[in-house]
DNA sequence: AGGGATCCATGATTGGATCCCA
DNA sequence: TGGGATCCAATCATGGATCCCT
């Protein structure tokens, strides 16, 4: 199948977004001549993928918006039985000897900025062909939203800058939450720790947790 | 030992209570000539009654607050490890086959409307002789309580009301449940469905959620 | 290695069942 | 039976581990 083009606007990205709303991830997958796995444990990231795809996101791009010309991002939103965000959403990497950002011009945040958020069915017992996807949600980050990430970025960042990054576990942040982010427990990075000594340390991402994503949801079925 | 006289004013009780906080159950079963036993799965409501006792609450008494001079009911809370409420609290009995009452006049609002209440360390790996007791907590029910109390009442007595008390189960209501009550759960008494006959069910009681009682302990400590 | 994410063992919660006393 | 409650099997939530693609 030919690649689609990029959006070249939010309304078309939206009009993109409406036509799949409600299909199954069958249908979409067969419109991209593509299989659909019989469960995701060996594809974890396929749904998100197979969306990009279907609205013409430009793969692969590093550093830049799934949408750079609307600076968009695209995340899916898997759904349990319940209608309710079933994981945390994956942000981006961690920055590890890294020079000192601020929150206002972090990767973070530019990426949280503007998000087209496509709500998936992802019960445990429905079959992933018979997945569908949910009406789409475009976003702009509110004031609430940005001091609530930004209060716990910086605690994050601190730790960080200051070597203590081993001592950062998934209960710090009451939105956002650093987690390892790596092919397995055993693939690790360098970094300096509190003695300015090189330690290795597992890779970390950024991930929301359900809470922010459900309030998301909530927000706009309201 | 003699039962102690109850007591005549708010702040004699409030005295008491203060005599008896930070003391271990061990040494308050001693003052009362009790024996402490090794667990409570055969003594479930041990530490109640003895704080009852230590009191001077009327003990046994029925349509009434344990301190009937004073309207205040006493009510124990147990503590997990982390200082949170353990269990859901008991609040009294859910009257079948009763003349219809309004929540202002209803005897769960009126047992709830002034309550002691007493934390008590109940982590499980902490034996029931060190388990010590907390400062009391005396409250008068706020408005945003009682609000959110009689809209889940509301809810419960309509169900009740129209035969359907086999519908509720322990999910309903968001601060106040409605939980079974009896010996074991062969226990029936008698009410009418939705059609006027005459069925069996289970004894229940009413019970306030941990978040509600969470709540009590937060705002008292902040 | 960064971007797309979900898996799943383990800990936390819960609510139906149960226990003693007067 | 009403009042004093806790027990504990089953379910839910969580966060450390892991997987594919480019």
């Given at each position: 199948?030919?690649?689609?083009?990029?959006?070249?606007?939010p309304?078309?990205?939206?009009?993109?977004?409406?036509l799949?709303?409600g299909?199954?991830?069958a249908?979409l997958?067969h419109?991209?001549?593509?299989?659909?796995?019989?469960?995701l444990?060996?594809a974890k990231?396929?749904?998100?993928q197979l969306?990009?795809?279907?609205?013409?996101?430009?793969?692969?791009?590093?550093a830049?918006?799934?949408?750079?010309?609307?600076?968009?991002?695209?995340k899916?939103?898997?759904?349990?039985?319940?209608?309710s965000?079933k994981?945390?959403?994956y942000?981006?990497?961690?920055p590890?000897?890294?020079p000192?950002?601020s929150?206002?011009?972090?990767?973070?945040r530019?990426?949280?900025?503007?998000?087209?958020w496509?709500?998936?069915?992802?019960?445990?017992?429905?079959?992933?062909?018979?997945?569908?996807?949910?009406?789409a949600?475009?976003?702009q980050l509110s004031r609430e939203?940005?001091?609530q990430?930004?209060?716990?970025?910086?605690?994050?960042?601190e730790?960080?800058a200051?070597g203590?990054?081993?001592e950062?576990?998934?209960?710090h942040?009451?939105y956002?939450?650093i987690?390892?982010?790596a092919?397995?427990?055993?693939?690790l990075r360098?970094?300096?720790?509190?003695?300015?000594?090189?330690?290795k340390?597992l890779?970390?991402?950024f991930?929301?947790?359900?809470t922010?994503t459900?309030d998301?949801l909530?927000r706009?079925?309201?």
């Open positions: 199948m030919n690649p689609i083009s990029p959006p070249k606007t309304n078309e990205l939206l009009e993109r977004a409406g799949i709303a299909r199954s991830l249908e997958a419109t991209q001549a593509q299989s659909v796995p019989d469960n444990l060996h990231g396929w749904v998100g969306i990009e795809q279907c609205l013409g996101a430009s793969a692969g791009s590093r830049e918006p799934d949408f750079p010309e609307l600076g968009i991002e695209l899916t939103i898997p759904l349990n039985a319940n209608g965000p994981e945390t959403t942000v981006c990497t961690v590890l000897n890294e000192a950002t929150w206002e011009t972090c990767w973070l530019q990426k949280l900025n503007q998000v087209l496509l709500p998936i069915e992802a019960a445990a017992e429905l079959p992933v062909a018979q997945r569908r996807v949910g009406s949600i475009l976003t939203q940005d001091v990430l930004k209060q716990d970025w910086h605690e994050h960042m730790l960080i200051t203590r990054i081993d950062i576990c998934a209960h942040g009451t956002l939450q987690r390892p982010k092919a397995n427990h055993k693939a360098e970094t300096t720790d509190a003695d300015g000594r090189t330690i340390t890779p970390r991402g991930y929301l947790r359900t922010f459900a998301i909530a706009h079925y309201l």
